[in-house]
Structures are given as structure tokens and as C-alpha cells.
């Protein structure tokens, strides 16, 4: 199966596309996470982005595009967590699995309200004290993602690939019925 996991920061991506990797037996591809590493081991990229990421603001286009390329080009299955979140990443990922005939199979998008987003990043930044989890770095990634990953979230919808699911449910909650929709999926294929 080749998914991606939409849905503002906070929504619980990260966690469910873990579950539903590990369930579908497919890497989990998050780009925050290869991100994080990079600036973590001092690379060249981790230069390059680090303030980028403590502002939460947005890597450039090209540079995402060139590291998800790089990694799926190997890949049949997928779990995308993190990207697209501009409609030139959702246009270069479908133009990418388009020309190799491996389309998305589904888009997951986990609703939350901004309320329950910003209280559960403020909670993640007391425990774990992520940079980018400063109230500054919240707010503008929140509004980022109104601004611009929203518009992604409308074109897989218009696509009619898109799976909405409650993201203010229970883990469990939010895991059986993110199960339900990809076994229909799969029932289709
Ligand atoms: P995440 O863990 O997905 O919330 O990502 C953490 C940070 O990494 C974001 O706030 C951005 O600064 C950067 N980032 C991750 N994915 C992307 C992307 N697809 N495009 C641009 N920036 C990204």
C-alpha cells in the first residue's frame, strides 16, 4: 500500500502512521523526522535547515522534492507522513508515481481544530522539548498549514482518494477507523 497521512501538527500523524507501517509492513517515510536527523548529525542539510525548522517555517519546494525522490525511488509501499504540504510537493509527488505507474493508493486525513493541535504541541514541548515547539513556532506552523497544506488536502479530495477520520478520538479510536477505511481500500484494489 502506498498512503499518506495529512493533517495539521498535532493531529496525531506521526504516531498513527507508525501503527499503520508497522500493521502494512511498509517504511514510514516522515519527512520532519529525516529532517530532525539531519540536524541532529550536523550534516550539511542539518545546517541548512535548522532555522528554518526552530522558526517552523517551510523548507524550499526543491529541496523536499529531491529528498522524498530520493527516498521512495527504491520504494512499492509507503507510509508518507509530512509531505506534500504545498500543492508544488503534491504536484511533484503525483508527476513522481505517476511516471514509475505507482500510484497513491490512499490519503488519510486526520481532522482536528486548532484548539486541540496547539494543546496537545504544548503539552509534546513540556515533555519533549522540541525546538520547533515554541508558542511562535506553533502558531506559524498551524498557520502555514491553513495557508498552504489545506490546498493539498482539497486537490487528493477533488481526487476522491481522500479519507477524512476524526483526529480527536482516542488513539485506538482514530487507529480502528484509519483500519476500516484502508480495508475497504484494499477490498477495491
Ligand atoms: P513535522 O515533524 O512533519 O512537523 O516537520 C517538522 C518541520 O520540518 C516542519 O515544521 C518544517 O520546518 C519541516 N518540514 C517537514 N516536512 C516538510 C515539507 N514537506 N516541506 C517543507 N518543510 C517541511
Redo the contacts with the bound molecule.
Keep these: 500500500m502506498r498512503i499518506l497521512i495529512l493533517g495539521p501538527?498535532g493531529s496525531g500523524k506521526g504516531t498513527q502512521a507508525k501503527r499503520i507501517a508497522a500493521e502494512y509492513d511498509a517504511p514510514h517515510v516522515?519527512?520532519?523526522?529525516i529532517?530532525r536527523t539531519a540536524v541532529a548529525n550536523g550534516s550539511e542539510l542539518g545546517h541548512q535547515v535548522r532555522p528554518?525548522?526552530e522558526r517552523?517555517?517551510?523548507?524550499p519546494d526543491d529541496l523536499?522534492v529531491g529528498l522524498i525522490r530520493e527516498r521512495l525511488a527504491d520504494e512499492n509501499a509507503f507510509v508518507l507522513d509530512?509531505?506534500?504540504?504545498t500543492v508544488a510537493?503534491a504536484e511533484a509527488l503525483d508527476a513522481m508515481l505517476d511516471e514509475i505507474g505507482k500510484p497513491l493508493d490512499a490519503v488519510i486525513l486526520l481532522r482536528v481544530s486548532d484548539e486541540v493541535a496547539t494543546g496537545r504541541l504544548e503539552a509534546r514541548a513540556r515533555e519533549e522539548g522540541r525546538a520547533?515547539d515554541s508558542p511562535e513556532a506553533i502558531r506559524n506552523?498551524l498557520r502555514l498549514y491553513h495557508e498552504l497544506t489545506e490546498q493539498v488536502v482539497d486537490r487528493y479530495q477533488l481526487a476522491g482518494i481522500e479519507v477524512i477520520v476524526d483526529g480527536e478520538q482516542t488513539m485506538d479510536e482514530v487507529f480502528a477507523d484509519i483500519q476500516d477505511a484502508l480495508q475497504v481500500v484494499a477490498a477495491s484494489r
Excluded: E
Design positions: 501538527q516522515a519527512t520532519g523526522d529532517l528554518i525548522l517552523g517555517d517551510l523548507v523536499m509530512g509531505f506534500p504540504r510537493q520547533d506552523r
